[in-house]
Protein backbone atom coordinates (compact mmCIF):
# COMPACT_ATOMS: atom_id res chain seq x y z
CA UNK A 1 0.00 0.00 0.00
CA UNK A 2 2.70 2.31 0.51
CA UNK A 3 3.92 2.58 -3.12
CA UNK A 4 0.31 3.26 -4.13
CA UNK A 5 0.02 5.94 -1.41
CA UNK A 6 3.69 7.72 -2.40
CA UNK A 7 2.00 7.58 -6.31
CA UNK A 8 -1.28 8.91 -5.50
CA UNK A 9 0.49 12.20 -3.42
CA UNK A 10 3.26 12.44 -6.60
CA UNK A 11 -0.14 12.71 -8.80
CA UNK A 12 -2.11 14.69 -6.53
CA UNK A 13 0.54 17.18 -6.14
CA UNK A 14 0.78 17.74 -9.72
CA UNK A 15 -2.20 18.03 -9.85
CA UNK A 16 -3.19 20.43 -7.36
CA UNK A 17 0.24 22.58 -9.12
CA UNK A 18 -0.98 22.42 -12.86
CA UNK A 19 -4.68 22.89 -11.49
CA UNK A 20 -3.43 25.97 -9.82
CA UNK A 21 -2.35 27.63 -13.65
CA UNK A 22 -5.56 26.03 -14.87
CA UNK A 23 -8.63 27.07 -13.35
CA UNK A 24 -10.83 24.83 -15.98
CA UNK A 25 -9.27 21.50 -15.09
CA UNK A 26 -10.94 20.17 -12.10
CA UNK A 27 -10.35 16.23 -11.50
CA UNK A 28 -12.09 14.45 -9.06
CA UNK A 29 -10.69 11.10 -8.04
CA UNK A 30 -7.17 9.64 -8.59
CA UNK A 31 -6.90 5.90 -8.67
CA UNK A 32 -3.58 4.59 -7.62
CA UNK A 33 -2.27 1.06 -8.10
CA UNK A 34 1.09 -1.18 -7.02
CA UNK A 35 1.50 -4.54 -8.02
CA UNK A 36 4.28 -6.96 -6.13
CA UNK A 37 4.62 -10.77 -6.57
CA UNK A 38 5.28 -12.90 -3.73
CA UNK A 39 7.07 -16.55 -4.16
CA UNK A 40 8.15 -18.17 -1.57
CA UNK A 41 7.16 -15.68 1.21
CA UNK A 42 9.70 -12.66 -1.00
CA UNK A 43 8.40 -9.18 -2.24
CA UNK A 44 9.57 -9.60 -5.83
CA UNK A 45 9.74 -6.34 -7.87
CA UNK A 46 10.64 -5.42 -11.42
CA UNK A 47 13.91 -7.67 -12.06
CA UNK A 48 16.92 -5.80 -12.14
CA UNK A 49 18.62 -7.53 -14.68
CA UNK A 50 17.93 -10.56 -17.11
CA UNK A 51 19.79 -13.22 -14.82
CA UNK A 52 17.25 -12.50 -12.22
CA UNK A 53 14.14 -12.22 -14.72
CA UNK A 54 15.27 -15.68 -15.64
CA UNK A 55 15.99 -16.78 -11.46
CA UNK A 56 12.39 -15.74 -11.19
CA UNK A 57 10.54 -17.53 -13.86
CA UNK A 58 12.67 -20.44 -13.44
CA UNK A 59 11.00 -20.92 -9.90
CA UNK A 60 7.62 -20.08 -10.96
CA UNK A 61 7.78 -22.99 -13.23
CA UNK A 62 5.91 -26.05 -12.23
CA UNK A 63 5.50 -24.17 -8.85
CA UNK A 64 3.41 -21.20 -8.00
CA UNK A 65 3.48 -17.46 -7.29
CA UNK A 66 0.63 -14.59 -5.75
CA UNK A 67 0.10 -11.08 -6.41
CA UNK A 68 -0.74 -8.87 -4.61
CA UNK A 69 -2.13 -5.09 -5.75
CA UNK A 70 -2.74 -2.15 -3.46
CA UNK A 71 -4.94 0.26 -4.51
CA UNK A 72 -5.69 3.74 -3.34
CA UNK A 73 -8.76 6.02 -4.14
CA UNK A 74 -8.63 9.80 -3.58
CA UNK A 75 -11.92 12.00 -3.99
CA UNK A 76 -9.86 15.59 -4.17
CA UNK A 77 -12.80 17.57 -3.28
CA UNK A 78 -13.11 16.01 -0.15
CA UNK A 79 -9.90 14.50 0.23
CA UNK A 80 -11.04 11.39 1.61
CA UNK A 81 -8.91 8.21 0.74
CA UNK A 82 -9.98 4.43 0.78
CA UNK A 83 -7.41 1.72 -0.21
CA UNK A 84 -7.25 -2.28 -0.08
CA UNK A 85 -5.50 -5.01 -1.44
CA UNK A 86 -6.31 -7.84 -3.74
CA UNK A 87 -4.40 -11.36 -3.41
CA UNK A 88 -4.44 -13.20 -6.01
CA UNK A 89 -2.60 -17.35 -6.65
CA UNK A 90 -1.01 -18.45 -9.77
CA UNK A 91 -0.20 -22.06 -10.50
CA UNK A 92 2.21 -23.30 -13.55
CA UNK A 93 3.03 -26.15 -15.05
CA UNK A 94 6.55 -26.76 -15.72
CA UNK A 95 7.73 -23.77 -17.98
CA UNK A 96 10.17 -25.67 -20.75
CA UNK A 97 13.59 -23.59 -21.00
CA UNK A 98 13.55 -22.70 -24.71
CA UNK A 99 10.61 -20.82 -23.64
CA UNK A 100 12.43 -18.80 -20.74
CA UNK A 101 15.11 -17.84 -23.08
CA UNK A 102 12.88 -16.29 -25.69
CA UNK A 103 10.72 -14.05 -22.46
CA UNK A 104 13.97 -13.13 -21.68
CA UNK A 105 15.14 -12.09 -25.30
CA UNK A 106 11.74 -10.35 -25.90
CA UNK A 107 12.56 -8.20 -22.76
CA UNK A 108 8.94 -7.39 -21.54
CA UNK A 109 9.56 -9.46 -18.58
CA UNK A 110 12.19 -6.94 -17.16
CA UNK A 111 9.29 -4.61 -16.95
CA UNK A 112 6.88 -6.12 -14.62
CA UNK A 113 6.60 -7.17 -10.89
CA UNK A 114 8.34 -10.51 -10.73
CA UNK A 115 8.95 -10.82 -14.28
CA UNK A 116 5.48 -12.29 -14.49
CA UNK A 117 3.06 -12.17 -17.32
CA UNK A 118 0.49 -14.68 -17.37
CA UNK A 119 -0.88 -13.20 -20.00
CA UNK A 120 1.51 -13.52 -22.73
CA UNK A 121 1.30 -15.73 -25.41
CA UNK A 122 4.16 -18.06 -24.37
CA UNK A 123 3.25 -17.76 -20.93
CA UNK A 124 -0.62 -18.77 -20.83
CA UNK A 125 0.29 -22.52 -21.96
CA UNK A 126 2.03 -22.45 -18.90
CA UNK A 127 -0.43 -21.62 -16.79
CA UNK A 128 -2.69 -24.35 -14.70
CA UNK A 129 -4.92 -22.17 -12.57
CA UNK A 130 -5.36 -18.62 -11.61
CA UNK A 131 -7.12 -18.54 -8.18
CA UNK A 132 -8.97 -14.88 -8.21
CA UNK A 133 -9.25 -12.24 -11.06
CA UNK A 134 -6.45 -11.79 -13.81
CA UNK A 135 -7.31 -8.52 -13.67
CA UNK A 136 -5.29 -8.20 -9.79
CA UNK A 137 -2.65 -9.62 -11.53
CA UNK A 138 -2.13 -7.23 -14.51
CA UNK A 139 -2.03 -4.42 -12.08
CA UNK A 140 -5.74 -3.12 -10.93
CA UNK A 141 -8.33 -5.22 -9.65
CA UNK A 142 -11.49 -3.94 -10.94
CA UNK A 143 -13.82 -5.05 -8.39
CA UNK A 144 -12.25 -3.63 -5.40
CA UNK A 145 -11.48 -0.60 -7.87
CA UNK A 146 -15.35 0.02 -8.26
CA UNK A 147 -16.11 -0.35 -4.61
CA UNK A 148 -13.24 1.94 -3.54
CA UNK A 149 -14.41 5.02 -5.67
CA UNK A 150 -17.67 4.66 -4.32
CA UNK A 151 -16.57 4.74 -0.74
CA UNK A 152 -15.28 7.89 -1.95
CA UNK A 153 -17.81 9.16 -3.95
Known amino acids: MVLAEAKADAIIGKIKNEASRENDVKPTVVIAADTVVVYEGMIREKPSSEEEARLFIKGYSGGHAATVSSVLVTNLSTGLRKGGWDKVEIYFHDIPEEIIDKLIEEGMVLNVAGG???EHPLVLP???EVVGG???VMG????????LMEEVL
Not at 140 to 147: A, F, I, N, S, V
Request: glycine share 6%.
Open 126 to 128: YVK
Open 134 to 136: TDS
Open 140 to 147: LPMGLTRR
Open 116 to 118: LII
